[in-house]
């Protein structure tokens, strides 16, 4: 299907429906930019166009890491009680902290890196602004995962974005393990929405941040997914960097061993891909969790 720039009110994904119904082809480019464009090769961006996903060795260099982790337990250990950025598992512990950036003068640093902001604008064909920001921890023995979802389907619904021209970098911040709860995805799901059925509720990443059980799809939908796409799952040193697609289907599992899994995750957003009234919520999201300041970003400055 041939890319059409979207009609003023047309919605392409609709999802959070009462009835199940069909899947949708994408109609967005997964690549927006050409090699000319930054630091990938042709052949990343190929990768990247087919899969949905690309990692990126050494985007962090080791000498920064000390400090980066450091910044996790001190951010994780000054969390104030009532701190809407501070999500916590059942137990207590904390499970993510949302605009870390804003918290952290070295965590702020990462997204102008020569490793990362060029690529998000190659990626995406131009400005972007940082969508959200959020760091996951997920400590030894007590971290839980994450259920397969797409990140458009949630940022659509509630927060009204209105095209797949979003990306999101994962940069490990302690070593992936194919045992401690890593990311996994389906490559090639990204070419395809799949509508999820159940209305939003009021205030619902209230809860979903910590377990989400709607906008995610059936066990029949998953199966077929899983069938046709595979199942990857993306391991590595601290200091590498993932970049995945929007629509991607991907979850993790907990993490039971001894060993932490801690991660940044940057979500960047075109400019011209700016959000709207939300899709299928009757309220947006908080600025925290879906931006609406659409400066663009300037390295190394993160100033709009």
């Given at each position: ?26 109609v ?41 982790s ?62 959200q920001a ?22 659509h619904?509630e ?11 994962s ?9 401690n ?12 929405f ?15 941040l ?42 993790s ?52």
């Amino acid at each position: 299907m041939s890319y059409q720039p979207l009609s003023p009110g047309e919605d392409r994904y609709p999802t959070r429906l009462e009835e199940p119904t069909p899947a949708i082809a994408r109609v967005e480019p997964v690549v927006w930019g050409d090699e000319s464009d930054g630091p990938l090769r042709a052949g990343d961006l190929e990768v990247m166009a087919a899969k949905g996903y690309l990692v990126r060795p050494d985007a962090v260099q080791p000498d920064r890491l000390p400090e980066l982790s450091a910044e996790l337990g001190r951010i994780a250990d000054r969390a104030q009680a009532g701190d809407p950025r501070i999500v916590r598992e059942p137990g207590g512990s904390v499970r993510s902290v949302f605009e870390p950036h804003l918290l952290s003068d070295a965590i702020s640093d990462i997204v102008g890196l020569d490793t990362v902001l060029p690529v998000a604008r190659q990626l995406l064909g131009g400005d972007v602004y940082l969508h959200q920001a959020r760091i996951n921890l997920m400590p030894g023995f007590t971290g839980t995962g994450f259920y397969w979802h797409s990140d458009f389907e949630t940022w659509h619904a509630e927060d009204g974005m209105p095209e797949m021209r979003a990306v999101s970098c994962s940069i490990a911040l302690t070593r992936n393990y194919p045992y401690n709860g890593s990311l996994m995805v389906m490559p090639g799901s990204h070419r395809v929405f799949y509508p999820c059925v159940g209305a939003t509720p009021r205030d619902n990443h209230t809860s979903s941040l910590v377990k989400q059980e709607i906008g995610v799809p059936d066990h029949a939908t998953l199966t077929e997914a899983a069938d046709r796409f595979g199942i990857e799952q993306v391991t590595g040193p601290a200091g590498t960097a993932l970049w995945f697609d929007c629509n991607i289907m991907h979850g993790s599992g907990s993490n039971i061993t001894p060993f932490p899994r801690s991660n940044i995750f940057l979500v960047f957003n075109s400019v011209d891909n700016r959000l709207v009234s939300p899709y299928r919520a009757e309220k947006p999201r908080p600025e925290y969790l879906a931006a609406r300041r659409f400066g663009p970003l300037r390295a190394p400055s993160l100033s709009a």
